[in-house]
C-alpha cells in the first residue's frame, strides 16, 4: 500500500505532535504540508520540523494531500472539518468531534456526503488493555455488567487555562474537565457498555479563577442495559489520580488504573493480564490510515464520537437544571 499523504491544521500544543509522528512514520503515512491561522506558529513549526507551511485554503486544494489531521480549539472543528471532508479529504479529527450535538451533525452529513473517512482521536481505546477489556465484556466474561465507574481526577493549573484564550470558555473549549479531560473516558464507557439513556449531574467551578467552565463534575447516569454507571471528572485535583475504571458484573470485576489492570476475577481466575506498552496515538494513527486503504469504518466513528458530546450536553444540562436528562 502506498502511504496516505496527510496535512495537519493547527499546530499548537497538539499539532505539533502530530506532525512529529506522521514524520517519524515510515510507510504508512506521510506528512506534505501544514497550516494554522497564525501565521508565525506555522512557520514556526515549518522551519523545526523541516516541512512547509502554507495557508489553510491552499492545503485543502492540495492534490497531493489525502487526509488532513485537525487539532485546533474544538468549537472550531465543525467548519474546518466540513472544509476539508468538501476538498475531498479524510479527517482525523482531534477529540471532542466538536462541543455540540448540532456541530457533530454538522460533520456527519458532510462525512455521509463526502464517502471520505472520519475519525475521532481517542487514543486510549487503542491500549491493548482498553482492547481486551471491550472483548472481554463482549464475550461475557463478566456476566451480566450491573455498574461501571470512571475516575478522571486531574490537576491542571491556572496558568494551563490562562495559556489559551480559547481554553476555559463554553464556546471553543465546549466545557472544561468533563468536555475536555473527561471525554477520553465517556467516549471509551459508551464504547464499552453501550447506549446511556438518562444522566443526572452535580458539578461547578470549585479551585480555579476566570475560566467559565466547570473544574469539577460528578455523574450517574443509566445504560440501555440497565447497568448503572458513577462518573468524576475533574482538574482539581491537586497531584493527579490515576485514571480508573471499574466494571462489575454478576460474573466477574475488573479494574483498570492508568490504562494497566489492577484486578481481574472472572471464572476463569483472578490473575490481572499484562500487555506489553503501545504506542497508542501511532495505534490510532495506523487504525485511520487502514480505514482509508481497505474502504472499512474506522474503530473510532463520527456517530460514536457524537453520542460522548450528546452525554456530556445531558450531563451539563442536568448540572444547571437539576434534572435527570436523556441523551440526545
Ligand atoms: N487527544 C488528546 O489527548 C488531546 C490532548 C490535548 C488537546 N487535544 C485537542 O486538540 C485540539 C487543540 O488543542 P491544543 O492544546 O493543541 O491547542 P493549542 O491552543 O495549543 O493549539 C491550537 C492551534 O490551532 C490554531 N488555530 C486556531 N484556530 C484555527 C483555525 N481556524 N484554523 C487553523 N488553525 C487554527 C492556533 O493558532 C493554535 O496554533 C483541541 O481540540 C483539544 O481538545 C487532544
Not at 487555562?161 to 470558555?169: C, E, L, N, Q, V
Not at 472544561?176 to 461547578?204: F, K, T
Not at 471528572?233 to 491537586?238: D, E, V
Not at 488504573?257 to 481481574?264: S, T
Request: with cysteine; proline share 3%; net charge negative.
Amino acid at each position: 500500500m502506498t502511504p496516505v499523504r496527510f496535512g495537519v491544521i493547527g499546530v499548537g500544543i497538539i499539532g505539533r505532535q502530530h506532525v512529529a509522528r506522521l514524520l517519524a512514520d515510515n510507510g504508512t503515512a506521510e506528512l506534505v504540508a501544514i497550516a494554522d491561522s497564525s501565521e508565525d506558529a506555522a512557520r514556526a513549526v515549518a522551519a523545526e520540523y523541516g516541512t512547509e507551511a502554507m495557508p489553510l485554503g491552499s492545503l485543502l486544494a492540495r492534490a497531493d494531500v489525502d487526509a488532513i489531521v485537525i487539532a485546533i480549539p474544538s468549537g472550531l472543528h465543525a467548519d474546518v472539518a466540513v472544509a476539508a471532508l468538501e476538498a475531498g479529504k479524510h479527517v482525523l479529527l482531534e477529540k471532542p468531534i466538536d462541543v455540540t450535538v448540532e456541530a457533530a451533525d454538522r460533520i456527519i452529513a458532510a462525512e455521509r456526503r463526502s464517502g471520505r473517512v472520519l475519525s475521532v482521536v481517542s487514543q486510549r481505546r487503542f491500549l491493548p488493555e482498553s482492547q481486551f477489556l471491550h472483548r472481554s465484556i463482549r464475550s461475557g466474561v463478566f456476566g451480566s455488567i450491573t455498574s461501571a465507574t470512571v475516575e478522571i481526577a486531574l490537576w491542571r493549573t491556572q496558568e494551563y487555562y490562562d495559556s489559551g484564550a480559547w481554553r476555559g470558555t463554553w464556546a471553543l473549549d465546549g466545557g472544561g474537565a468533563l468536555m475536555n479531560q473527561g471525554v477520553h473516558m465517556v467516549d471509551m464507557i459508551l464504547w464499552l457498555l453501550g447506549e446511556v439513556e438518562e444522566v443526572h449531574a452535580y458539578g461547578g467551578l470549585l479551585a480555579h479563577e476566570n475560566i467559565e467552565v466547570e473544574d469539577t463534575i460528578s455523574i450517574t447516569a443509566r445504560f440501555a442495559s440497565g447497568a448503572v454507571l458513577t462518573f468524576l471528572a475533574s482538574t482539581t485535583a491537586f497531584g493527579d489520580l490515576p485514571i480508573r475504571v471499574a466494571i462489575m458484573g454478576d460474573g466477574g470485576t475488573a479494574v483498570t488504573a492508568a490504562g494497566k489492570f489492577e484486578h481481574f476475577v472472572s471464572a476463569q481466575g483472578s490473575e490481572p493480564p499484562e500487555f506489553a506498552s503501545r504506542d497508542m496515538e501511532r495505534e490510532q494513527l495506523v487504525d485511520f490510515v487502514e480505514a482509508i486503504q481497505c474502504d472499512r469504518e474506522p474503530l473510532v466513528t463520527s456517530s460514536q464520537a457524537r453520542a460522548a458530546v450528546a452525554f456530556i450536553e445531558a450531563a451539563y444540562e442536568s448540572m444547571r437544571t437539576g434534572r435527570a436528562v436523556r441523551p440526545r
